[in-house]
């Protein structure tokens, strides 16, 4: 990685100036509502601080701490899980009624729920689902600008660099996260502008072509990728219903649209493992055969990647296409953030079941 | 200090015991509502575990953040005081409907507001006592069990150790609050409840007796104190109106009661320093008559005593005398803790204003 002029304090404060007016794109009315993990106490101090700045009239965080939620399953009466603190719910649609602005900082330990009882997580999974589908679907219907950010947590951290110390590991993933999301750069919130501004005439490209078909070619791979009659390239900046026009994911270097349902045709071979359900698969080969997975292979991890495609029907067909440049500040660190707001933003990819 | 056998681990774990069976006496079929600082992690977790393993069917934590505090004062808008997060009035309302029990972990930076504009400090108290009514009712009246209970922060532990380095004072405070609060015994709990026990036959003696006034002399002290008529010996274990015996404040070791209004006479000096409203009063001599302080004078911070003698027709009078044996370990610990919760357990003494 090309080292940046910037001490920490200032990459520090350029990531926060950008996820409050790049990311959110704050108004001065506004209040924001953050929801962060403990450790992320140092942005969330530097957001809150930017954002007071900008004029909003009140920064309230949600903290939440892993921790906690495996104190939880290891210890709470097995009958509780159906519990759920409701009032979290009500005050997140009073504050989409207010017009807040919305801010989620996420980070979790990879391993956090390494040998608990999966009928645990799965009850408590599904209430929480249930309890928040409100917020979700104002949330995927943009009904406030919102985004999401990252940043390093010990336990994330040693997972992407298990051969350094906790504190060289912390250092690094930093530099990376501050790298991939342009805040070394002293001008960061100028970069992003240029960045959205080239986003949007990729969009247009693609959409003023309106191909019908992508061919991918690579080792292993040569895939055909039929496109939806109608399709719409997006990315990038994105309106919401409240008129603020804010980048939903930091970093975002992707442009996506959807494949057609059954002209998908060929072989593929992953260039990274695929990090899901706290397992790594690696050396992912599949063919695609009328649109849907017909063969598929993993040097590690096999049975894992067998269930994912036998979860439902739409599990063996693709739901999102998406093209990033090798130039992409993600995809020049070269890791594997095992985040998917990193990951997906480091090359070029397909997505498996529904478009998201 | 005596030293204890055990390690910090056992100890913050007999900690988190003590605060969650004699300090709240959580109930299985109840949820727990914890208010804590995000440096008080380490014992949130602690108690969430116990909390749970006493059957617990929720832990549900409002975290607070004081460099948040004052990054609103430093940042956000003049006219912005006046917003306040009201769901979380809501909640806490709702929890006490709901019968859960109540634990707050009090620890705050002394030197937090140092510099900040005081009206902007006055309006938002105004604004938070004024939506926290509701609130504050239900726990002055008990209509829940709650307690209060205490742990180091950085930044007060500096301030009782100034001539240590932060790692040390964090430890020396943390040996403190385990010594005070019984927490170093092998069995905390049986600790307690002979303690607990030993409280309730002295409130019993003394309200068996009930003695017509006190007499208190020591070096420059010689002061009688009229007890009210019909006055009650209080202290220790305390019934909530939903049944459950808990205790408000850990540690507690006084027993006190309700002066007379006007049968107070003699002259006091104080053995330790006052800390309040940010300031340090020593040497605190002052002359009752008639229930009436006539004369006061201070070594230090004489204005800032005179001020608050002069705040209403009250601040004159006793509202509270309270007896501590010498032999408890809050006196024992020899420290100045800048923290009510520990001061005033330290020894006997007097309180101005109304009883609290």
């Not at 495996?70 to 997140?92: C, G, L, N, T």
């Not at 801010?103 to 999966?118: E, F, N, Q, R, W």
């Not at 992003?192 to 061919?215: D, M």
């Not at 057609?260 to 260039?271: F, L, S």
Request: glycine share 8%.
């Amino acid at each position: 990685m090309p080292e940046s002029s910037l001490s920490f304090e200032e990459k520090l404060d350029r990531y926060a100036d950008l996820l409050v007016r790049i990311g959110v794109n704050l108004q001065p009315h506004q209040r924001l509502q953050v929801s962060a993990p403990l450790e992320a106490a140092p942005l969330v101090r530097a957001v809150a601080r930017k954002a007071y700045e900008a004029g909003c009239r009140l920064v309230e965080v949600a903290w939440s701490d892993d921790a906690l939620t495996r104190i939880r399953y290891e210890s709470a009466p097995r009958d509780s899980f159906e519990e759920y603190p409701h009032w979290r719910v009500r005050a997140s649609l009073e504050a989409v009624e207010r017009d807040d602005a919305f801010l989620t900082i996420h980070a979790a330990d990879p391993d956090l729920l390494a040998g608990i009882d999966g009928e645990l997580v799965a009850a408590a999974s599904r209430v929480a689902a249930q309890a928040q589908r409100p917020v979700s679907e104002k949330v995927s219907g943009f009904a406030m600008n919102w985004s999401i950010g990252s940043m390093p947590i010990p336990s994330w951290a040693r997972r992407v660099f298990p051969d350094l110390s906790e504190e060289q590991a912390m250092a690094r993933l930093w530099d990376a996260i501050f790298m991939a999301t342009r805040a070394d750069r002293p001008d960061a919130v100028g970069a992003w502008q240029t960045h959205l501004a080239n986003l949007a005439a990729r969009r247009a490209y693609l959409n003023e072509r309106a191909f019908s078909a992508l061919h991918f070619r690579g080792p292993g791979t040569d895939l055909t990728v039929g496109l939806a009659d109608g399709h719409e390239w997006v990315g990038g900046a994105w309106p919401a219903r409240n008129g603020r026009l804010g980048v939903p994911n930091l970093p975002t270097d992707e442009v996506f649209t959807a494949p057609h349902r059954d002209r998908v045709d060929g072989t593929v071979r992953a260039t990274k493992p695929l990090s899901t359900r706290g397992a790594l698969i690696e050396g992912i080969e599949v063919r695609f055969s009328g649109g849907r997975i017909v063969e598929a292979r993993a040097a590690r991890g096999e049975d894992v990647l067998t269930r994912l495609l036998d979860t439902d029907e739409g599990a063996r067909r693709l739901g999102e296409v998406a093209l990033v440049p090798a130039s992409a500040p993600v995809a020049q660190t070269n890791l594997l953030f095992l985040n998917t707001l990193y990951d997906e933003n480091a090359a070029s990819h397909i997505a498996l079941g529904r478009a998201g």
